[in-house]
């Protein structure tokens, strides 16, 4: 059907059957990745942990103060996020030239795609998500997060559509997090 789509897991605070708190606690240094999410005014708007895992990454993001609705999120091939359009955090990561974008998109081979983030009508979200795409550390013949230059996991305006080149529709860059 969408072999894509279900290389993820979108588990919402609440909804999960079970913890992943141990798993948290248990993560060392080297095994997890971390990162201060800032909006376009430079102020924090929460946080970002990416944490190895089987064959990808564990993401769990923590948000505040964005615009309520569904937001389209993405890896991007640069540790930079410089306030207020984060133009220097780059383009999505990407193992593959030239680039196709899509979760949904059969040829797609985008490997900084990943779903879209809901967040509350309080301007909140907090969600843990899945990704087979990446791996902390390049394994697998996947990008790495702490590849030599970093990663930065940005939230766009928009939800993404899946579809669309080149970031589905997702428009503007509304907040960041350098990974480290």
């Known amino acids: 059907m969408f072999p894509r789509i279900r290389q993820f897991a979108l588990l919402a605070c609440g909804v999960a059957a079970f913890s992943t708190s141990g798993l948290y606690a248990r993560a060392h ?3 997890t990745a971390t990162g201060n999410l800032l909006g376009t005014d430079s102020a924090p708007h929460g946080n970002v942990q990416v944490t190895a895992a089987p064959h990808g990454v564990l993401l769990r993001i923590t948000a505040q103060g964005l615009t309520p609705g569904w937001h389209g999120i993405h890896f991007h091939e640069k540790g930079s996020c410089e306030a207020p359009k984060f133009t220097s955090a780059g383009a999505h990561v990407h193992a593959t030239t030239p680039v196709v974008h899509g979760l949904l998109n059969a040829d797609a081979n985008d490997a900084g795609d990943l779903p879209n983030l809901f967040v509350g009508r309080d301007g909140k979200a907090t969600v843990e998500m899945y990704s087979t795409l990446m791996t902390l550390n390049g394994t697998d013949g996947h990008p790495a997060v702490l590849d030599a230059d970093g990663t ?3 939230i ?3 939800p993404d559509d899946y579809h669309s ?9 509304v907040a960041c997090a350098v990974l480290r």
Request: neutral net charge.
């Open 29 to 31: 240094a080297a095994d």
């Open 152 to 154: 930065s996991l940005v």
């Open 156 to 158: 766009h305006a928009k």
């Open 165 to 173: 080149q080149p970031i589905g529709g997702a428009g503007d860059r």
